[in-house]
């Protein structure tokens, strides 16, 4: 991403919430400043939000249990909210979900603003609750979200396993918008990090400009079902 193609930039400070329009037409990178981020991720067609990203249908469509570049966002109408159009992590959880008050209480102690100011802990639902409101969405609008920039692998038996450190200092996702898509972001901690202390990363964001899909793009040729998936969102907007 060239300097002179970004249209916005800043910083999601650890433990914050961030939410915004990503245009169809637009990119979003996010990037890892530090090393060891979590970015949890929610999506909303803007124009009816009532279709948002699809955790079942992103998996079994692209026969994955990871997302990485290639990769495509479904909605519950089978069309695409995001393309995956870089990727230096290779890695980012669909699975692992978001923390919650009573996880991190008995985790880390107590930890409310009126003991540590804006270093209290703030975790991944009330986070996604919190930028919901600002759009008139509530509870009965939380799905299963998408950690980026970590790893959870699944055994045979069901047992989850994280990885920790599993993104480098200035690794990045970039995420192409094939729809107005309401953005919903945290750096709250993934709900599984052993870390013995509360310790969120920062994550810098970037949007820029990004030409449409052709009929060669990578994420409408990964898979078979995904040329359906961009036929059904191209005709959306005709």
Known sequence: MSDTSVLWEETVQPGASWSHVLKRGTALRLTDIEGGANAGALFYNFECPAERYNMPDTLKAQHIARLTTGAVLYSDMGRILCSIVADTVGWHDPLGGCSHA??????????????????YHRNGHDSFLIELGKWG????????NVNFFS??????????TYHENNSAPGSYIELRAEMNVLTILN????????????????????IRRAPPPGPDDPCRLSRPENGRGFTLTERYFL
């Open 102 to 119: 009573v996880m991190l209480k008995s985790r880390y102690g107590e930890g409310t603003y009126q003991q540590l100011r804006n270093q």
């Open 137 to 144: 969405l509530g509870p009965r609008d939380l799905v299963p």
């Open 151 to 160: 790893r959870v692998d699944v055994a045979e038996d069901g047992a989850m």
């Open 187 to 206: 750096t709250c901690p993934h709900p599984l990090d052993p870390a013995p202390a509360y310790q969120p990363k920062p994550v810098h964001l970037s």
